[in-house]
């Protein structure tokens, strides 16, 4: 077991400041940790959280959120003894609880962050050890199967750590943005580790899944309008936009369904209506592409059929013919969205959208006037990404210019 520090935080600080204060009366408050996990003294020494004039010594609360905002200042390359320092303090802090005064948003808010950087090194374990042992696998092992010690228990116990401090803080737009984070990642971390014969049905049951982390987005969105408190509202304009990002592009791992679709549209939709300014319009074609990737991603296996069709003699035509009509819906679908993204400050994203018309173009019939029309401005786009520097597509354009 790893060892544990002899002292609290309000203890190590007390135990500090009366060393510091024999040394130089003018010093600033050092705060000296011992966190979970550090195998000598010699490390136990390195490891000091600097706490600032502001910040009130005795707090152990402060002292807390100063510990997890060295850990995500410093290198987070493993697990390091910080982010282990910062679950044994949120453990030590918990069972200390008084139920007159309990633990405040920025607690439950830091234990669950805190966990969830947890899942995150759990599942790079628990990819190298799927790659490592794929080819000695057998039929009836999985051994991309979440462990009990690995992402899916991690982001769980998130999960749960954040619904306990709902419970206590209700409608926290801090909580319920990171409850909707930590559903996202469930999602994504889902679909990672299901088998391939599993994945229709494990898509169908994280369709409820993101639309409960929907709801909860939907939700602090609202409670942060009707608040007063300005820096309340600067503190989250960020989470907003990771939370939006996430909840569009774990959409493209949910495969050919068709439900999900109105979770996403809505969610758009309710953001689009609320924020006119620059700012939000920016995350409003952020969303845009991550609906257009989306319907790109479900069109996908229809157009890999079509090809594996045109090279197959005996494949019928009517399995073709229906394969090319859900095709071209979704790609008309998702040139629609990915168009409402296109910006000059991303030159890079005219290739998608040229790539995304051309794909559209060899579904309508060849030499027809709707097929035309995507190739000339997908052509149209290439060249504007050449003249922006993204690259040349010389025989690309030429190829196109030839079937029309």
Same mark, same amino acid.
């Given at each position: 077991?790893? +060892?544990?520090?002899?002292?609290? +935080? ?9 060393? @510091?204060?024999?040394? %130089?009366a003018t010093s600033k408050p050092v705060n000296t940790v011992t966190p979970e996990g550090l195998a000598s003294e010699e490390q136990q020494d390195q490891i000091t959280i600097e706490l600032g004039e502001d910040i009130d010594a005795e707090d152990e609360i ?5 510990l997890y905002d060295t850990w995500k200042k410093s290198p987070q390359e493993s697990p390091k003894p910080l982010l282990f320092g910062v679950i044994h303090e949120c453990d030590r802090l918990l069972r200390n609880e008084d139920a007159k005064s309990p633990l ?24 190298? *050890? /799927? ?11 999985? *051994? ?5 010690? @690995?992402?899916d228990a991690f982001i769980k116990a998130a999960i749960e750590r954040v619904t306990l401090g709902l419970e206590k803080h209700k409608n926290s737009p801090v909580l319920l943005l990171t409850k909707a984070k930590a559903k996202v990642a469930l999602v994504d ?8 014969? !599993? ?23 609202? @409670?942060?309008? !009707? ?19 996430? =909840?569009?592009? =774990?959409?493209?791992? +949910?495969?050919?369904?068709?439900? #999900?679709?109105?979770? #996403?549209? #809505? ?12 700012? /939000?319009?920016? =995350? ?22 079509? $090809?594996? %069709?045109?090279? &197959? $003699?005996?494949?019928?035509? $009517? %399995? @073709? ?21 296109? /910006? ?8 998608? =959208? ?12 060849? &030499? ?34 030839? %079937?029309?």
């Amino acid at each position: 077991m790893a +060892l544990k520090r002899q002292l609290g +935080l309000k203890k190590a600080t007390k135990a500090k400041k009366q060393k @510091t204060s024999a040394d %130089d009366a003018t010093s600033k408050p050092v705060n000296t940790v011992t966190p979970e996990g550090l195998a000598s003294e010699e490390q136990q020494d390195q490891i000091t959280i600097e706490l600032g004039e502001d910040i009130d010594a005795e707090d152990e609360i402060s002292q807390l959120v100063a510990l997890y905002d060295t850990w995500k200042k410093s290198p987070q390359e493993s697990p390091k003894p910080l982010l282990f320092g910062v679950i044994h303090e949120c453990d030590r802090l918990l069972r200390n609880e008084d139920a007159k005064s309990p633990l405040p948003v920025g607690f439950h808010n830091i234990y669950a962050l805190s966990l969830l950087d947890m899942a995150e090194f759990a599942e790079k374990s628990a990819e190298k *050890v /799927s790659k490592k042992n794929k080819k000695k696998q057998d039929k009836d092992q999985d *051994v991309s199967k979440p462990k009990e010690d @690995t992402s899916d228990a991690f982001i769980k116990a998130a999960i749960e750590r954040v619904t306990l401090g709902l419970e206590k803080h209700k409608n926290s737009p801090v909580l319920l943005l990171t409850k909707a984070k930590a559903k996202v990642a469930l999602v994504d971390d889902m679909m990672k580790f299901c088998a391939s014969d !599993a994945r229709y049905q494990t898509a169908k049951a994280a369709v409820s899944i993101l639309s409960d982390a929907v709801k909860d987005y939907e939700t602090a969105e609202k @409670t942060i309008e !009707a608040s007063s408190d300005s820096q309340f509202r600067d503190l989250i304009d960020e989470k907003q936009l990771d939370t939006v990002k996430n =909840i569009l592009e =774990i959409s493209e791992a +949910l495969g050919a369904l068709e439900e #999900e679709e109105e979770e #996403e549209e #809505e969610a758009l939709d309710s953001y689009q209506s609320d924020n006119n300014n620059e700012e /939000s319009q920016a =995350i409003v074609r952020m969303a845009n592409r991550g609906l257009g990737e989306f319907y790109l991603a479900k069109a996908y296996p229809f157009l890999a059929a079509i $090809e594996g %069709d045109d090279d &197959d $003699e005996e494949g019928e035509e $009517e %399995d @073709t013919a229906e394969q090319t009509t859900q095709a071209k819906a979704l790609m008309e679908k998702s040139v629609e969205y990915l168009l409402k993204a296109e /910006s000059e400050a991303d030159p890079d994203f005219y290739v998608v =959208i040229a790539e995304a018309q051309i794909s559209l173009g060899n579904l309508h019939d060849s &030499d027809s006037e709707d097929q035309k029309a995507l190739y000339s401005e997908a052509i149209a786009r290439l060249h504007k990404a050449e003249r922006a520097g993204v690259g040349r597509f010389d025989e690309l354009i030429a190829e196109l210019e030839d %079937d029309m």
